[in-house]
């Protein structure tokens, strides 16, 4: 029986702002990657959704990015090695404060935003943020792109001591290079819950994806992705695992056997 993790990106409210629908969301996905107070959130955010992931049985993971609230981290950021691996011990480590007090194991640390493509791009940013994981606890899973960087990634990973688990995104477009097409671009978020339900099927049962162009592209992911500030998020996270479940997958947190 193929295995599948469903994760969302949440918590990402601030202050006042509220943005997605992490209460609802939380009851059909199986891992949240909780934003840690430089892209997105707050130290109230923070605790509340690691609550309410607890409460549903969801695995916790930090969502660290670049120090970018204005641009919700989704801007590049010229910064050195050192400063990436210190943001990273920096935000996973408060969100593994709030695990704590709440005693709640951490699982994950996915980074966000133009982060996570730097890494896919960047060496020296992917090795930082390895290290960052290693040094501040290296029993955290690192969540990748899954596609044609995951062989580089893994053996990064390898060489901190960090396990990683490979990720696909079903609401997201695809270039035939196997990287997620820039969102200024039409057509790069998916927001039709059938189309997004199919294509995370694909992932799921035949570990492909079918890029822009029409070529398909080997993924081997572990775990896929769904936004939660895409519009109609809750409705596509239940037709995803609606489909999967009718299609004899099972849904599970990530592990690193998973």
Known sequence: MPRIDLNCDMGESFGAYKL??????MKSI????????WHAGDPAV???????????????????GYPDLLGFGRRYMDCAAEEIRNYVIYQV???????????????????????????????????AIAQGIA?????????????PKSAALAEIGAKAGVCVVFEAFADRAYTPQGTLVPR????AVIKDSREVAARAL??????????V??????????????????????????????????????????????
């Open 202 to 211: 694909k992932m799921a049962r035949e570990g492909k994806v079918t890029a």
């Open 93 to 127: 480590g408060a969100l593994k404060g709030f695990c704590s007090a709440n005693g709640v194991k951490m699982r994950h640390v996915k980074p966000h935003g133009a982060l996570y493509n730097a890494s896919v791009d960047k060496e020296e940013v992917a090795i």
């Open 184 to 187: 200024r671009e039409p057509g």
């Open 46 to 64: 923070m605790n509340r959704t690691v609550q309410m992931a607890a409460a549903h049985s969801v695995g916790v993971g930090a969502h660290p």
């Open 30 to 37: 199986t891992s949240a990657n909780i934003a840690c107070g």
């Open 20 to 25: 997605g629908q992490d209460e609802e969301l």
């Open 213 to 258: 162009d029409g070529s398909e592209i080997d993924l081997g992911a572990q775990t896929i992705c769904v936004h939660g500030d895409t519009p109609g998020a809750v409705e596509i996270v239940r037709a995803i695992r609606g489909l999967l479940e009718s299609e004899g997958v099972e849904i599970k947190p990530m592990a690193a056997d998973i």
């Open 135 to 147: 040094r501040t606890d290296s029993g955290l899973l690192w969540v990748v792109l899954a596609g």
